[in-house]
């Protein structure tokens, strides 16, 4: 069974940082497409970040250069370094694991963890 895990959230003034962490297990871990989204109140769910196994990365225009994300094999965690917040970053963020099964793949989420930026 995957598990994805999630931490790191909490509030923040605009402008601070936050680094959230996704552990993984249940998995390979290296052949996962690893991905952030989140979730604002009202809003629909939008793809913040990517990371492939080859480590190529990829972002939402709305983070580029604020956010980084980043992966660890050894330790089957993915992470999301977030500077410069601004309250618009306010929202659920969620984990996400595209697992290679054969010829397909299955997707795999976690809780999700809040991440509110506010003065």
């Known amino acids: 069974q995957v598990q994805l895990l999630e931490s790191g959230g909490g509030l923040v003034q605009p402008g601070g940082s936050l680094r959230l962490s996704c552990a993984v297990s249940?998995?390979?871990?290296?052949?996962?497409?690893m991905r952030w989204y989140r979730q604002a109140p009202g809003k629909e769910r939008e793809l913040v970040a990517t990371?492939?196994?080859?480590?190529?990365?990829n972002y939402a225009d709305s983070v580029k250069g604020r956010f980084t994300i980043s992966r660890d094999n050894a330790k089957k965690t993915v992470y999301l370094q977030m500077d410069n917040l601004k309250p618009e970053d306010t929202a659920v963020y969620y984990c996400?694991?595209?697992?290679?099964?054969?010829?397909?793949?299955?997707?795999?989420w976690g809780q999700g963890t809040q991440v509110t930026v506010s003065s």
């Open positions: 996400n694991a595209v697992v290679p099964l054969g010829f397909t793949s299955r997707n795999y």
């Open positions: 249940g998995s390979s871990f290296s052949e996962n497409v």
């Open positions: 990371i492939t196994r080859g480590f190529s990365t």
